[in-house]
């Protein structure tokens, strides 16, 4: 079955589409994927750093609180992004690495991470 993509968002400069941000539902789990692109010329200039955050900002208030990303393991800018962005590693597949969002678990997540890191014991 050919997954189907929703909710895009094109992003521009002017009047010139230089990449976009999409979901598109996968049949297999039911969790959106997220896909972003820029144009090759447009990458490393944190465009994707400031638009990714309000894309998800937008995707929670849609009530879609929960999205999978795919990145290539070589893709350190990606991964870098999806990290900075609350995304966390879950599998790793051959060459890519599959992240999960779970915004609606963030303040369980972030009150785990406190009691763990409260509890570890370090060594001398």
Known sequence: MIPRIFNVNELRIGSKVIGYIRLIKQQRNGLPHLE??????????????????KYLKKCKG????????????DNEASIKLLEKSAFIKIAIFDDVFGYVLAQDLMVEIKQFNKKAVRSMVYEK
């Open 36 to 53: 972003y692109s820029l144009i090759e010329e447009y990458w490393n200039q944190g465009i994707m750093s400031i638009e990714l955050p």
């Open 62 to 73: 849609l009530g879609i609180p929960r999205l999978i990303a795919l990145v290539k393991k």
